[in-house]
């Protein structure tokens, strides 16, 4: 039995889709403190598939170290994912890839309801060619 198993029951028992808790409330809900792992670095709150969260259905989604908050999420599922507009798949797959990666701190996803204007790709382009240009500059000195 896990010492972590009544943080899986708590999440197990939270009826939103987000809880945004305090190292406190989550010490309270252990019945223990937390490592000294979780205060000071990002690994103890990554997605492994052994975290107690995972466990329960959810993630870590954004972590406050100075604040000792942080914001645990239930993953979008593919069924969710397959009733979002076509525009907005490419950002919702993006965000998940990148929320899979156990990030500490996970970019929020403004949905939007029309592709990225033509320019805007030209621009990052021409940004793109520039910078590839000047490092070619600078490895040829």
Do not use: C
Request: glycine share 8%; charged share 25%.
């Amino acid at each position: 039995m896990s010492k972590y198993l009544p943080l899986t029951e708590r999440l197990s028992r939270h009826a939103g889709d987000e809880w945004r808790a305090s190292f406190a409330e989550i010490e309270d809900a252990l019945g223990f403190p937390l490592p000294k792992s979780a205060r000071g670095g990002a690994a103890w709150w990554s997605n492994a598939p052994d975290k107690p969260w995972m466990a329960a259905g959810w993630e870590v989604a954004e972590v406050d170290r100075p604040a000792e908050m942080v914001t645990f999420r239930r993953p979008v599922s593919e069924a969710e994912l397959s009733g979002a507009p076509d525009v907005m798949r490419p950002q919702v797959q993006a965000a998940v890839a990148e929320a899979a990666k156990g990030p500490e701190v996970v970019a929020q996803v403004e949905p939007t309801n029309r592709p990225a204007p033509k320019w805007g790709l030209v621009a990052a382009g021409a940004a793109l060619v520039a910078g590839l240009g000047a490092l070619i500059a600078l490895r040829r000195r």
